[in-house]
């Protein structure tokens, strides 16, 4: 096999297990608010914990953008939502919704770019171009 073959799956292997640890964090962080949605300490700190850990993995500025934009953007459409009534939470902190949520809200951003990510980089090996020249 060619180094250039070689230097694309490994590419294409670092951006699978990116994508695999991205998607274990991102489980986590659902089973962190299925199990303690009502308790705001313990979901602001879990959440932060498992975003940083999925910037930690994916150590990308359009990735952690995302992360960011969705972040501040999911929570402000469940605002609207909540003010016009569509639906309401128990806990809520901040203009209706749960502080915690703008974290957990980064994760979804990080984990919708991660899969970009990961998917662009399949595509660019599946069609035989080599090495990603990105990341």
């Known amino acids: 096999?060619?180094?250039?073959?070689?230097?694309?799956?490994?590419?294409?292997?670092?951006?699978?297990?990116?994508?695999?640890?991205?998607?274990?964090?991102?489980?986590?962080?659902?089973?962190?608010?299925?199990?303690?949605?009502?308790d705001p300490l313990t979901m602001i700190a879990g959440s932060s914990v498992l975003v940083a850990g999925m910037l930690l993995v994916k150590r990308d500025l359009a990735i952690t953008v995302t992360g960011i934009a969705v972040g501040i953007l999911g929570p402000l459409g469940d605002m609207a939502a909540v003010r016009v009534g569509a639906w309401s939470y128990t806990t809520p902190h901040v203009e209706g919704v749960p502080a915690w949520l703008f974290l957990q809200w980064g994760a979804v951003g990080i984990f919708v770019a991660a899969t970009y990510e990961f998917l662009r980089v399949l595509i660019l090996q599946t069609d035989g171009h080599g090495s990603d020249s990105g990341s």
């Open 1 to 38: 096999m060619s180094n250039d073959g070689s230097s694309s799956l490994s590419v294409l292997g670092r951006e699978l297990g990116q994508y695999l640890l991205i998607c274990g964090l991102g489980f986590l962080s659902l089973r962190l608010m299925q199990n303690f949605w009502d």
